[in-house]
């Protein structure tokens, strides 16, 4: 299960640009954090995919994933574009793109936002079915 994933540390995607400054999860904090995680390799040819995922080309074999992000946060563009390299790798992925929510929306406690409630179910049917499978197996 990949929450807003933390995949590439080139922050290079629209909405990195889009929401460079001023968003709970801004791309000057994801930098920041690509930052400590790296150093001076962020954005360079020696980070590998095992440190920046996104950075894999063949995303075949890979066991089912779901991916999440919000509209309005830096990790909408790279959760979709990792999305598309699992499907064309033939790998299974249930994607959502979260219309007009920003980071960690989802982990706010708001009676009077009905798209919080669906987001949680959503991963929470998606565990369920993963884990039925399992232990049919």
């Known amino acids: 299960m990949l929450y807003s994933p933390l995949l590439d540390d080139r922050c290079e995607s629209l909405a990195d640009q889009q929401f460079e400054y001023g968003n709970p999860a801004s791309t000057a904090w994801l930098r920041a954090i690509w930052d ?10 020696h980070v590998t995919s095992y440190q920046a995922p996104a950075r894999e080309n063949d995303l075949s074999n890979l ?25 064309r790798g ?39 079915r993963v884990m039925r499978r399992v232990k049919d197996e």
């Not at 779901?66 to 499907?87: H, L, N, P, Q, S």
């Not at 009905?114 to 369920?128: D, G, R, T, Y």
Request: glycine residues 8%; hydrophobic residues 45%.
């Open 36 to 45: 400590l995680i790296l150093g001076d390799a962020r954005g360079s040819e």
């Open 63 to 87: 066991p089912a994933a779901y991916i999440d992000a919000g509209e309005c946060e830096v990790f909408r563009d790279v959760a979709v574009a990792y999305a598309t390299k699992m499907w």
């Open 90 to 128: 033939g790998s299974t992925c249930e994607l959502h793109i979260w219309p007009g929510a920003w980071h960690g929306f989802d982990m706010m406690d708001d009676p009077n936002m009905p798209l919080i409630h669906v987001a949680n179910m959503a991963k929470a049917n998606w565990l369920q």
